[in-house]
């Protein structure tokens, strides 16, 4: 299995960025992934946070828990680990001491490792959150997920996958070369990082002058899928994740508060629509093939015209269930008076909202984002064509936390490496720390 590891040893002057500006320069859509994962796997092999009731039963019956009990133990289990947010098996008083000690001999509550964690002057986190290793030589992947708090709710944006085969052109993930999809557990432990760390839990308070929702609702009450990639691709793990977040005697997050948002991978969203029934938000962008092709290039595999058929298709589209249009606005690329227009031409019969996402820069960046004016403008037409179209206020930008924006720690000091490998600086000692050796 190729690892991280492998990746810098195979070729230690690869230029992680390079290849995918090559790729994009050839004009593919997509990378291939470096990684695979078993599907389902429990992250470290030995954790139970994140698995699902099936996997919580598979565990179960490997320490020899007879059948008839599957039922109860799970349940308890399930209070344990996503009500009460146990970190420990002692504190399950309900189970028996006997089979408490089974269950810690053979397994842990570890959650995967916070490598960092920022706070912005806005109140907005960000957790560049380390995953247990799969393999021998794997030093464990990193994802970032950040926390958006607002007065009467609290949005985390999670991760799909270690960054992204789709190599948007304006999108900072879209140029990390490492890729691997996350398991549904890998997935599920960015919601329970979270809620650790803003004490989001029966018994704990957050941190010493947290920025939390102060309505008396749930510090994280809503899930985006909007953090590093393309959750359609992974869509099995995703949906089983949205199965445990969502689980009424566990993390109880309402589905309508769970929003997927897709660069328009068109033959999964009915599934997605069907089996996970929840909010979906489609990354538009453009209102012509040609210029999507450039900005959203999984655009040359299925069109716009398509991706709007499949929205009208989506299961339990209504006025009250609407799909979110998110539109980045690029100064001089796709915010004239004429874009606009096209916009609310394209999106009638609908149910849609529009959010407009000033285009969030970062190093190497080749746009500009849209003049503030133009962008009122943009939005009084959409707006005058009865769309309510929020410009989406870019939060947490001083700690690079905004959308688009997040690519892993790993990546970075890989491309660091790079540079210094090229000023023919001693790059083998970075490399070692690139990749937590
Ligand atoms: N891969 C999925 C979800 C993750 S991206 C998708 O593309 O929909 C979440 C949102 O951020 C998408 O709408 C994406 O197009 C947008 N985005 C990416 N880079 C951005 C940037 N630099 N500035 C503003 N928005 C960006
Ligand atoms: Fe991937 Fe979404 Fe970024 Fe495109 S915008 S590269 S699909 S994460």
Redesign the pocket.
């Known amino acids: 299995m190729a690892t991280v590891l492998d990746i810098a040893k195979r070729n230690p002057n690869a230029a992680p960025v390079a290849v995918s500006d090559a790729a994009r320069a050839a004009g593919f859509i997509e990378k291939t992934a470096e990684v695979t994962v078993a599907a389902g796997a429990a992250p470290g092999g030995a954790s139970l946070v994140g698995l699902t009731r099936d996997q919580l039963k598979d565990s179960l019956a490997a320490i020899g828990v007879p059948e008839r009990e599957f039922k109860m133990r799970v349940a308890q289990l399930w209070h344990w680990i996503y009500f009460r947010g146990a970190r420990d098996f002692s504190e399950m008083t309900n189970v028996g001491k006997e089979l408490r000690a089974k269950l810690a001999a053979a397994y842990t509550l570890a959650r995967p490792q916070v490598v960092s964690e920022q706070v912005s002057k806005d109140g907005t986190r960000k957790w560049l959150i380390r995953m247990p290793s799969t393999g021998p030589l794997d030093k464990g992947a990193e994802i970032e997920c950040v926390y958006i708090p607002e007065v009467d709710r609290g949005t985390l944006c999670v991760s ?1 996958q270690v960054g ?1 085969t ?1 190599t ?1 052109s ?5 140029t990390q070369r490492l890729v691997r999809n996350l398991t549904s557990a890998e997935i599920v432990a960015q919601l329970i990082v979270a809620r650790d760390s803003i004490g989001d839990w029966p018994d704990a308070t957050p941190p010493e002058g947290a920025f939390v929702p102060t309505d008396g609702g749930r510090f994280v009450s809503n899930i ?8 359609l691709y992974n869509i099995g793990d995703v949906i089983a994740a949205i199965d445990v977040m969502s689980d009424g005697e566990g993390l109880t997050l309402s589905r309508r508060r769970i929003t997927v ?3 328009g991978v068109v033959p999964q969203m009915e599934r997605l629509g069907a089996e996970a029934n929840t909010m979906l ?3 538009l ?1 453009a209102v012509r093939d040609e210029l999507r092709d450039e900005l ?1 290039p999984i655009n040359r595999k299925y069109d716009i015209k398509q991706l709007l058929d499949a929205c009208r298709a989506y299961p339990g589209l209504s006025n009250a269930r609407r799909i979110t249009f ?1 539109y ?1 606005m690029l100064k001089g690329v796709n915010d004239s008076d004429a874009d606009a227009r096209e916009l609310v031409r394209l999106l009638k019969g609908i149910p849609a909202k529009i959010n407009l ?6 190093p190497g ?1 080749k ?1 500009e ?1 849209s003049d503030w004016e133009r962008i009122e403008r943009f939005s009084e037409i959409v707006y005058r064509a009865g769309y309510a179209s929020p410009v989406r206020t870019p939060r947490g930008r001083d700690i690079l936390a ?4 997040l690519k892993s720690e790993t990546e970075k000091l890989r491309a660091r490496a790079r540079m210094m490998a090229e000023q023919g600086i001693g790059a083998e000692g970075v490399y070692a720390v690139g990749n937590g050796e």
């Open positions: 799909s992204c789709l948007c304006f999108c900072h993930t879209g985006v899928f909007m953090g590093m990639g393309e959750p948002s897709t660069s938000a489609i990354s962008h959203v998110e980045v996402i000033p285009f969030n820069p970062w960046s746009y984002c905004a959308c688009g924006q």
